[in-house]
């Protein structure tokens, strides 16, 4: 994305986080409970994570539409982005939401253990809760110099390597999994190699910025490193933005990424939204969203409208899931907790 887009839209988002988080504080001073269905006009807060600001920016557009048509009141969608572990923690720690559309499952499950959100959120909306899903690609200088083409590559010497953090990112704990994915394979699951070789490319790794977007423009716009590990749509973006600086390399294994969708309970309750907010996240479904998801590079979950974007896609490549990590928790506690694996190999390197 280009430097003035980006630098407008990260002070936006501080702007609108700032100013709701005030508002946040005068609704629960005053005790509001009321019902808002008969109001004018109503105000919904999306907390995200950082690579959705393009999608969420359209969704709003139709979304808003969407209700006034059935409802006849208007809506106003305040979003606040960044990196998703660091929002969840915002969220946890008092920042009102009326919506959660944060990276990953355990992001999500990190608010709920706040006591906002309600057990059972998972199964609330279809797919897991995931409206739209991405995958972990790599996004190299055009030409790619670095002759890069899969994970292997990027442990070599000489090869400068962006990836965000994943202690404060979804996206860089995407990232860390499919790596890991692809050399457990290698070494039939040798885990003193596999964690040699995780080893090895972060000490390739020349800046771990807190999200997603901020490794896209340390990448992108301050011209650091070889390889970009990125969201699959973040890949897309910068190809859109520089068409003639950048390609795209699929690696041979990458990870199933399902970005997760929940209501806030305790805030929608309070604030009288909890319609609105249902019917928001619901509403991701809808055909007309899926290919808003789409066209911003994030693969629709509805399998049909998916195919519509098999030109874009590669809907060939080699998957692994989450499950194959024992879930969330599992991962959480073996790779990303404090003392876990990922702190054991970057300190040492």
Partial sequence: MKKNKLLSAALASVLAASLFAGCGSESASSGDTA??????????????????????AAYNEIFAQHWKEKTGQDVEITQSHGGSGKQALEVANGLEADVVTLALEYDVKAVQDAGLIEEGWVSEFDKDSAPYTSTIVFLVRKGNPKDIHDWDDLVKDGVGVITPNPKT?????????????????????????????????????????SGARGATTTFVENGQGDVLIAWENEAFLSIQDYPDDYEIITPSISILAQ?????????????????A?????????????????????????????LQEYAGTFDLDINLVTIDDFGGWDSAQSTHFADGGVFDQIYEQG
């Fill in 169 to 209: 990112s979804g996206g860089a704990r995407w990232n860390y999994l499919a790596a890991w994915a692809y050399a457990d394979n290698a070494f039939n699951g040798d885990e003193a190699q596999v964690k040699d070789f995780i080893k090895k490319l972060y000490q390739n790794v020349l800046v771990l910025d």
């Fill in 35 to 56: 019902d808002t269905s008969s109001a004018e006009k109503i105000t919904l807060t999306n907390v995200s994570y950082d690579p959705t600001r393009e999608l969420y």
């Fill in 259 to 275: 970005p997760s969708v929940a209501v806030v309970d305790e805030v929608v309750d309070k604030r009288g939204t909890r319609e």
């Fill in 277 to 305: 907010a249902t019917e928001y996240l619901s509403y991701l479904y809808s055909d007309e969203a899926q290919r808003i998801a789409g066209d911003n590079y994030y693969r629709p979950s509805d399998p049909d409208i």
